[in-house]
């Protein structure tokens, strides 16, 4: 079986209810740029550090599961959605990664070693899904869950590239205003 389909050449996409939309929509707009995020985070590991190993491969199937939530207008109970309780595991898992840096004294310039900079970089793709999904949520209803697990997971990249780069003996920049 082939993986293509023909289906999409018009610019025409199925959602999980089977209603073909246009590949602009809000909708695929969000979770396309989930999908963008998920494969940078990909990029990411392995970083050599088998818990950040560990919660990135979390991670990167939540991610899954926000994705599945963008493309599901009208879930059924069996449906995949997001949840409270991943949401819950990110905040864990900073302030866990927080106990071991130095708290911030002032904003730091993106980048550092190469998996710190590439966390840097899934961030900034992290904010970008979240001002989608936040425009998909002002045209119509989807999973509060979902914008709220963006916006925790894009703090948790910034903390993770801080962990990272801190253990690769990379210094943090601020910037020269």
Same mark, same amino acid.
């Given at each position: 079986m082939p993986i293509y389909t023909g289906r999409g050449d018009e610019g $025409?996409? #199925? !959602?999980?209810?089977? #209603? $073909? /939309?246009?590949? @602009?929509?809000?909708?695929?707009?969000?979770?396309?740029?989930?999908?963008?995020? +998920? *494969? !940078?985070?990909?990029?990411? $590991?392995? @970083?050599?550090?088998?818990?950040?190993d560990d919660h990135l491969r979390a991670v990167q199937n939540h991610l899954h599961v926000v994705q599945? #939530?963008?493309? +599901?207008?009208?879930? =059924? =109970?069996d449906d995949p959605q997001m949840?409270?309780?991943r949401v819950e595991a990110l905040e864990t898992w900073m302030d866990a990664y927080d106990e071991e840096l130095e708290p911030l004294r002032s904003f730091i310039l993106p980048g550092g070693g190469d998996n710190g900079a590439r966390l840097h970089h899934a961030r900034a793709v992290c904010?970008?899904?979240? $001002?989608? *999904? /936040?425009?998909?949520?002002?045209?119509?209803? /989807?999973?509060?869950?979902? !914008? /709220?697990? !963006? +916006?925790?997971?894009?703090?948790l990249l910034f903390t993770l590239a801080r962990v990272v780069n801190q253990r690769d003996g990379v210094g943090e920049e601020a910037p020269d205003y």
């Open positions: $025409r996409t #199925d !959602l999980r209810t089977m #209603d $073909r /939309v246009p590949k @602009t929509s809000p909708r695929i707009e969000s979770y396309g740029t989930v999908d963008e995020v +998920n *494969a !940078l985070v990909g990029r990411v $590991r392995p @970083t050599g550090y088998e818990d950040v599945a #939530d963008f493309a +599901n207008p009208e879930p =059924d =109970d949840d409270g309780d904010r970008r899904a979240e $001002r989608r *999904a /936040v425009a998909l949520a002002e045209a119509e209803p /989807v999973n509060e869950h979902a !914008l /709220v697990y !963006l +916006n925790r997971l894009s703090d």
